[in-house]
């Protein structure tokens, strides 16, 4: 295995605990003395069995008391409550995916805002019925931007992307009657069912939380992943690297958080300007690091190979290094923790975006017009405080990992083309993967995705059963902050081919790619919907019959909700670890994780066991192989 090593959990935790003792110094406050504050939690929330729906409650159903005051029981609590949830986290992943359309729309040859991927564009384009030939590029991306924002309200029809999902896949959609329509009328319609004296039914509201959901993935998700390929190029492998060590003591560091990668692909390009590196060694710096944190790390790391500082909980630790000179923000999963923390610190808590406003922060309004000038005003502010470092703070732990990432379908496909050709001549499909699978040499592919939750120590799931995974000759796709997780511990090097099965192993070196395949962002699970339908366009299976499930060990939004909704939808298998607060109804359980299946060919598991999880998923692979007689 050469020198190759994991990091392990307890090193991550060991080098938190370090950071602690910093904010101790200062009195800054932590997520860690916040849970403490907030446990045990509150019984009636975890069960989903409180409504404040409407103001003669709240109500909280006990078995003394099995009706709230209008008369709703358990179970349409539970379900109202649920697919609130879920419109929440569609409303959040779409509105990105709008954000993107908007700055397709406004990209012009000057800039900033170019067209990196023609290609993508057109494709996209004759897939819409739009006519390209002899278009000038820019005005066809104005045109197809123009279209994908309509898709948000559109007055008839399903979304345009839901016709890239298998026949057999759209049938079902049709038939459970949750085939998605425009994603603002989706969301609307959530809000409406659940409104005070409306649907109190757990299957009528499933239904809906399966259609938002879908409207999600198939629609807002797959645009923001789809545009953001248009704009800032679609991800081929490429090298990076993960976890707090970095950051560069040395130099300026910037740490770029959230989702949307509009503002921090400029924030990249001025921090590599040789002007304003010049500026950072007037002021005593060496140079200008910028790292990332979250999503917006995700997409960065993917298309330019800037490092990954941390993911979801180790947030407040960028800060907690002393060494952030700014923390600059787009929008969701960003603490407002991190105002009062950086005045502990001399680190610029800069909000960009109207969605995302928090007190404590300096607010750069960012807008695509002004989008060059307000990326370099970050930029030099964060140069200008570099000078105002207390050095006593200053601690960035000596730890870090190679990974590759970057695997969008496109780079799979191409990837692993070369790996089976002596035996299947059809380059340029998933033909090559499927022969992998079919073989035996792969048993099946597990899309991990999703946050850290404090409910589990940091990444230990995630990284655990991915070890689990490969070991059993199963390949990950991983996206968000278990993808995160995965590079911070090495899994995303390529030397980690040493913790594989043999097969898996023998793929690792041929095709030349790490066990887990970084995906991107929350919004790029929709790269694994569309691997998903062209495998099974490319196998002649239905989705559902593929070896291939899905697993959110630690998560925690209601983005993740949604996402668990439209994977379930589209016949994968769901695994998570976290109960997505909806055991006060024995009826929406067993809809969620049994009764689905008569629609959609596939249902929810939930489970805390470490191991059984991973046995629950190996278990399902084998049988679906077993099933298909491979
Ligand atoms: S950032 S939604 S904590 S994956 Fe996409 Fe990570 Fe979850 Fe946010």
Redesign the pocket.
């Known amino acids: 295995m050469g020198d190759f090593k994991l990091t392990t959990i307890e090193e991550n935790e060991a080098i938190t605990n370090r950071l602690l003792e910093t904010g101790a110094k200062v009195g800054a406050d932590s997520w860690q003395l916040r849970v403490k504050n907030q446990t045990p939690h509150c019984k009636f929330g975890e069960q989903g069995v409180c409504c404040r729906i409407c103001s003669m409650g709240p109500c909280r159903i006990t078995p003394k008391a099995p009706r709230g005051i209008c008369g709703c029981d358990a179970h349409g609590i539970v379900g109202r409550n649920f697919l609130r949830f879920t419109a929440g986290g569609c409303a959040a992943h779409s509105d990105h995916g709008r954000e993107i359309a908007h700055t397709l729309y406004q990209a012009r040859p000057e800039g900033p805002y170019k067209v990196k991927d023609p290609e993508k564009l057109i494709r996209i384009a004759k897939e819409w019925n739009i006519e390209t030939e002899g278009k000038d590029i820019y005005d066809l991306a104005h045109e197809v931007a123009y279209v994908a924002l309509g898709e948000y309200g559109k007055i008839e029809g399903y979304q345009n992307f839901t016709s890239r999902a298998p026949e057999h896949t759209r049938e079902l959609w049709k038939k459970a009657e949750i085939m998605p329509r425009a994603v603002d009328r989706e969301i609307a319609t959530a809000m409406h069912m659940t409104h005070m004296g409306n649907t109190s039914k757990p299957e009528a509201l499933v239904r809906q939380s399966f259609r938002t959901g879908l409207s999600d993935g198939w629609g807002g998700s797959m645009t923001g992943t789809e545009f953001s390929d248009v704009l800032f190029g679609t991800p081929t492998p490429i090298e990076t690297e993960a976890n707090l060590g970095v950051m560069v003591a040395e130099n300026v560091n910037i740490v770029v958080h959230g989702?949307d990668p509009s503002l921090s692909e400029l924030i990249c390009e001025y921090a590599d300007d040789p002007e304003m590196i010049a500026y950072a060694k007037s002021k005593g710096a060496k140079g200008i690091t910028v790292s990332g944190v979250?999503?917006t790390s995700?997409e960065v790391a993917m298309r330019r190979g800037i490092p990954m500082a941390g993911?979801?909980l180790q947030q407040e630790n960028v800060v907690l290094t002393g060494a952030c000179e700014a923390i600059v923000v787009d929008v969701?999963?960003i603490f407002p923790a991190l105002g009062p923390l950086s005045k502990c610190f001399h680190t610029k808590f800069v909000t960009t975006s109207p969605i995302c406003q928090m007190p404590d922060s300096d607010f750069v309004r960012f807008d695509a017009a002004t989008a060059g000038e307000n990326a370099k005003a970050i930029v030099k502010m964060a140069i200008d405080n570099f000078e105002n470092r207390n050095p006593d703070l200053v601690y960035i732990p000596d730890t870090k990992q190679k990974a590759t990432v970057g695997y969008s379908v496109e780079a799979i496909v191409k990837t692993l083309d070369g790996v089976t050709n002596s035996q299947v001549d059809e380059t340029g499909t998933t033909k090559p993967l499927l022969q992998c699978i079919t073989s035996g040499v792969i048993r099946g592919a597990v899309a991990m995705?999703?946050?850290?939750n404090p409910k589990i120590r940091p990444d230990y799931l995630h990284v655990e059963l991915m070890k689990k995974m490969i070991a059993n000759d199963i390949v990950i796709i991983a996206s968000?902050?278990?993808a995160q997780a995965a590079a911070k511990a090495g899994l995303m090097d390529k030397a980690a081919k040493d913790l594989c099965g043999a097969g898996l192993k023998r793929v690792c070196e041929l095709a030349d790619i790490p066990p887990v395949l970084h995906m991107g962002?929350?919004v790029d699970i929709s790269r694994m919907l569309m691997l998903a339908a062209e495998l099974a366009k490319d196998s002649g299976l239905n989705i559902s019959q593929l070896p291939v499930v899905g697993c959110a060990p630690e998560?925690?939004?209601e983005?993740?909700v949604s996402i668990g909704n439209y994977v379930v939808s589209t016949g994968l298998d769901t695994f998570l670890g976290v109960d997505p607060y909806v055991s006060g109804s024995d009826q929406m359980c067993e809809l969620l994780t049994n009764g689905v299946r008569d629609w959609v060919e596939a249902a929810y598991t939930v489970e805390k066991d470490l191991d059984k999880l991973g046995d629950l998923m190996i278990e399902r692979i084998e049988e679906k192989r077993a099933a298909l007689g491979i």
């Open positions: 989702h979250c999503c995700n993911n979801f969701q999963c995705v999703g946050c850290n968000g902050c278990s962002s929350c998560w925690m939004s983005k993740a």
